[in-house]
Structure formats: structure tokens, C-alpha cells
């Protein structure tokens, strides 16, 4: 190498040492035991110790279980449907030997539509699950409607879920009232995280009285999350999210949970006429 070209890249190195580095800023503020914590570290995963004790149990303490039922409904046939589902739920309150009773029955007015989601909640865990499809399969005007129900359908989906013990307890509406159902997907071994941070969070969220039900996926596709939101109407929904973030300390949480996710989507519900909760 020439002398020439050696004091060109000496000169190079020098200009170079001289420029700013841009970094990306991470200074926060100072925690109990003196470390610090940045925004940035509000995004990292924390580590979850094991645990011989399983997940449900950890996040839920009832023995209720609750059956979610999505069914995609031709456009044509959503009367039909409607009618069909009604007679049906008439059957099962008229047996009164059964621990198993409709919460809610939606319509959804925005996002997957001609859809319709029906939520039930059994009472003393999968063995009154298991006595009410023994008793039902029995019932030969069950079995006809769940034949015809059939030929109304595109399709349809079902989940056991359990309810987070943080959230508080489920109340049945009156009067004019919407639905948001929010619907996450984990990634997997995660789920404990989310009920750690949403046990802070679910605080922030009761100002209006909003929060209706929140529960995560036993059977069916799993490490699902649903959050399920009361509200006036798209008017009231905006004003009360909106109250959320100006709240101090509801952006942590949510700094926090989004890394967990890997897909989300929101639908509004609008009760049916035969729905429990209005």
C-alpha cells in the first residue's frame, strides 16, 4: 500500500471517530432495587419460572366452564338461523336438571359477518359438560333442530374456555347496549404473562363499567385469549378507551402484552332478542 493511500485512510477513521453516534435512547426511571427501566425493556418477554402447578388452575379459580360457539351463517338463512337457535335454547332452560344456562347470544355487526357467537356457561366443570350432552343427544327435538341448524351454516367453530379470576364478576346487562369482543392469539407459554400484566391492567378498565367477561382457551384452538367489553354505543366505546390511556400506567401495561401476541382482531356484537344479556 502506498504512503499516500495510508494517509487517506488514517484521515477517514479520524473523521469517522469525530461524527455522532445515533443510539437508540433507553433511559427511564429508577426502579426500587436501582436498576433502571426503559421503554425498551417494557417490551422484552419476561422469563416464566416453571411451575408443577398447571396454568389453568394458576389463572382461574372457578369450576365454571364456558362454551363458545362461533357459527358462520349463510347470508340468505340468518332469519332462519335466528329462529332455529331460539327454539333451541327454549329446550335446554325447560330441563331443569341441567347446570348449564345461556349467557349470551350476539350478532356481529362489524367485522366477520352473517356470523354469530353464542356463550354458555356450565356450572361445576366438565362433568356437567359431559351429563348435558348425554341428556341432550337423548331429546329428539334437540337432535332435529341441531340437523336443521345444519343446512343454515357455512361454518362453525367451538371452544371451552375458563374465566381469569382478576376479571370481575360477570353481570348480565339491561337496556341498549353493544359488544366488543377482543380475540388474541399467544404465542405459546405465554399465557401466564398475559394474566400477570392484564391483572393491572383489567384496572383501568372498569371506569364505565365496561368490562363484561374475559376468558382463555381449555379445548379448542388454543392459548386464545377473548376480552369481552360492554358499551352504549361506537360513541361511548371511543370515549372510554380513550379515558384508558390517559390514565397513568395503562400504556405499561400494554407495552408489556403486545409481544405476546401474535394475532388479534376485534368484532362488535349486537345482542339477539332471546340473548340473557342485553
Known amino acids: 500500500m502506498s504512503l499516500a493511500s495510508t494517509i487517506r485512510g488514517c484521515a477517514r477513521t479520524v473523521l469517522l471517530r469525530q461524527q455522532p453516534i445515533r443510539t437508540l435512547s433507553t433511559s427511564g426511571t429508577l426502579l426500587r432495587d436501582g436498576s433502571e427501566s426503559s421503554w425498551l425493556s417494557k417490551l422484552l418477554v419476561r422469563k416464566i419460572e416453571p411451575t408443577k402447578e398447571s396454568h389453568s388452575r394458576m389463572l382461574s379459580d372457578k369450576y365454571d366452564i364456558y362454551e363458545l360457539h362461533t357459527h358462520n351463517v349463510?347470508?340468505?338463512?340468518?332469519?332462519?338461523?335466528?329462529?332455529?337457535?331460539?327454539?333451541?335454547?327454549?329446550?335446554?332452560?325447560?330441563?331443569?336438571?341441567?347446570?348449564?344456562?345461556?349467557?349470551?347470544?350476539?350478532?356481529?355487526?362489524?367485522?366477520?359477518l352473517d356470523q354469530c357467537l353464542h356463550l354458555w356457561r356450565y356450572t361445576g366443570g366438565f362433568e356437567m359438560v359431559d351429563q348435558a350432552k348425554r341428556e341432550l343427544t337423548n331429546d329428539k327435538s334437540y337432535v332435529q333442530l341441531m340437523q336443521e341448524r345444519g343446512t343454515f351454516l357455512r361454518s362453525r367453530h367451538l371452544?371451552?374456555?375458563?374465566?381469569?379470576?382478576?376479571?370481575?364478576?360477570?353481570?348480565?346487562?339491561?337496556?341498549?347496549n353493544i359488544y366488543e369482543i377482543r380475540s388474541y392469539r399467544l404465542k405459546p407459554g405465554t399465557m401466564i404473562e398475559w394474566g400477570n400484566n392484564w391483572a393491572?391492567?383489567?384496572?383501568?378498565?372498569?371506569?364505565?363499567?365496561e368490562a363484561f367477561a374475559g376468558y382463555f382457551s381449555q379445548i379448542g384452538r388454543l392459548y386464545n385469549v377473548h376480552h369481552i367489553w360492554c358499551y352504549k354505543d361506537l360513541q361511548g366505546r371511543k370515549e372510554t378507551r380513550e379515558s384508558a390511556w390517559r390514565s397513568p400506567g395503562w400504556d405499561e401495561c400494554v407495552a408489556y402484552t403486545v409481544p405476546l401476541i401474535r394475532e388479534m382482531h376485534c368484532r362488535i356484537l349486537s345482542p339477539t332478542e332471546f340473548s340473557p344479556t342485553q
Open 159 to 176: 371452544q371451552y374456555l375458563l374465566a381469569f379470576s382478576y376479571w370481575p364478576q360477570l353481570k348480565l346487562r339491561e337496556g341498549k
Open 74 to 112: 349463510r347470508p340468505d338463512s340468518v332469519g332462519k338461523y335466528l329462529e332455529n337457535y331460539k327454539n333451541t335454547v327454549q329446550i335446554v332452560q325447560s330441563k331443569q336438571n341441567l347446570s348449564m344456562e345461556l349467557i349470551g347470544s350476539w350478532n356481529v355487526e362489524v367485522g366477520d
Open 200 to 209: 393491572r391492567a383489567i384496572n383501568y378498565r372498569q371506569n364505565n363499567d
